[in-house]
């Protein structure tokens, strides 16, 4: 289906036909794709810094996972919360807030004296970017109507596929040059601006609501019940699957999530109303966003750690390192936009799914004494090429025919996918690699947690096949509409 098309499924029922051709300028787009940028660019960058960071603040192998888990996780947790209050209240004043304690985390993490004081800053950039990802797309669909919504949503799609590995290379560059401090303190000025022109460029929203009602219970019960989920897959490591510490966490994780449920059903505005798991584009396409950016963003974490530790590179070489990766991503990208009229979101996450499998597949298989050239350089290429496609592909499905209103509801639900999954990938590839301390551990780790890696990603591109909708732009503004009320 056409960019046209789509728009004007998505449009038609909140626009006159005069409004549809009105072409408004870019600078509403572009801040909101440069706050977008640095929380995506911050699930990663922290990456290639990891080990200088753990040689300053005197890391273990849980430290390095927590280090990427809790900003992921707090993100993940809290997006559902964030896209209800987008809906409910001014959305300009919500992404104004989550700038704010998302500029002002980074500027404590910089000064983090210990891994504890690191941990919890980055937790709160997390809570921070889960107030700023659903206002800003909302903000953006909002905005743009037609022609240009459309081609919106396709570069919020492209910047989203090219955040995270773009991160690894930026987080190379700032930590040979300015020390590890940098991956933090860049947030400060970009923040900053961007917050001041934010106010000048985005008209101020109308409140649909109020807070009465809205579902905080619900909303730490999630947080909670991710946090002991990750807690028992992290303690796999140390304690195996049968220890007390691991059952007591999956056992406390489920509980939670079941008082999450429990919650939902019973209050007045649950942060995902029910008759939102029926949109069935929607949830098979979010689901595919968990597990492909699981795998994703654990590949990079697994193979930045495994570049510097195993191969011996600097931090600024293991960004460049990456960039073959960041490039074929791009490449995906771009043309996964150009081909959405013809090849449809359901063929672009089959085919993409199975070349990343073939990616992973060939890490698994390195042997005993690795070559970048040799054993990483072309998995890195196949991987970039697979999941370029994907974020494109999924941005497209999980918005088809969203109605204004529900708009933050709907990215909320589409991006915990993205952060949830991004938090069980690193840690359930840490739990496999094992020892990331040490260049031992981390070439026995290593191709065992990337056949792991391969088999999951066959696995998914049977599911995404089975489960998302042929064409999800077809649903039109009622399959979106009516099930998002």
């Known amino acids: ?195 001041v022109l934010a106010v000048r460029a985005v008209a101020r929203g109308r409140r649909t609501g109020g807070l009465r009602g809205l579902d905080v219970p619900g909303a730490v019960a999630a947080v909670a019940g991710l946090l002991a989920l990750v807690f028992a897959i992290e303690g796999t490591n140390t304690g195996g699957w049968g220890s007390p510490r691991t059952l007591g966490g999956f056992a406390l994780a489920a509980t939670l999530l079941g008082a999450f449920a429990v919650i939902e059903s019973r209050v007045p505005a649950p942060l995902v109303p029910p008759s939102t798991w029926r949109i069935r584009s929607l949830v098979s396409a979010s689901t595919v966003m968990a597990v492909i950016t699981g795998a994703v963003v654990g590949a990079i974490f697994l193979s930045s750690l495994f570049l510097q530790g195993a191969l011996g590179t600097s931090a600024v070489v293991t960004g460049l390192m990456f960039l073959p990766l960041a490039a074929a991503i791009t490449l995906a990208a771009t043309v996964a936009s150009k081909l959405l009229g013809t090849v449809t979101p359901k063929a672009m996450m089959v085919a993409g799914l199975l070349v990343v499998a073939a990616g992973a597949a060939y890490l698994a298989g390195m042997d005993a004494d690795p070559a970048y050239l040799t054993d990483v350089l072309p998995a890195f ?73 391969a088999v999951a990603m066959v696995l998914l591109a049977g599911f995404a096949a089975v489960a998302v909708p042929r064409q999800p732009t077809h649903a039109g503004p009622g399959h979106g509409g009516h099930g998002m009320h």
């Open 381 to 453: 290429i196949v991987i970039g090429l697979g999941v370029g496609p994907m974020f494109v592909a999924i941005s497209v499905a999980a918005m088809a025919g969203i109605p204004h209103e529900k708009s933050g509801l709907a990215s909320g639900v589409m991006m915990t996918g993205h952060e949830v999954g991004a938090a069980l990938g690193v840690a359930t590839l840490t739990a496999l690699a094992g020892d990331l301390t040490t260049r031992a551990g981390l070439l026995d780790g290593f191709p065992r947690a990337f056949l792991v890696t």
């Open 1 to 195: 289906m056409s960019h046209d098309t789509l728009a004007t499924h998505q449009v038609a029922p909140h626009h006159p036909p005069q409004e549809v051709e009105q072409r408004r300028p870019w600078t509403v787009l572009g801040l909101m794709l440069a706050a977008q940028s640095m929380v995506i660019l911050d699930v990663s960058v922290v990456n290639v810094a990891l080990p200088s960071i753990g040689e300053a603040l005197g890391f273990s192998s849980t430290d390095y996972q927590w280090t990427v888990s809790a900003y992921v996780l707090l993100s993940g947790g809290l997006l559902l919360f964030g896209g209800r209050l987008a809906d409910l209240l001014d959305r300009r004043t919500v992404f104004l807030t989550g700038l704010a304690v998302f500029t002002t985390a980074s500027l404590v993490s910089g000064f983090a004296s210990s891994p504890a004081m690191l941990v919890l800053s980055r937790g709160a950039q997390g809570a921070g970017a889960a107030l700023l990802t659903p206002a800003a797309l909302s903000i953006v669909m909002t905005s743009y109507a037609g022609r240009q919504r459309a081609a919106a949503l396709a570069t919020w799609g492209t910047v989203g596929s090219m955040g995270i590995a773009a991160g690894v290379l930026f987080g190379g560059i700032l930590t040979s040059a300015l020390g590890w401090q940098a991956v933090f303190f860049i947030n400060v000025p970009i923040g900053f601006v961007v917050g």
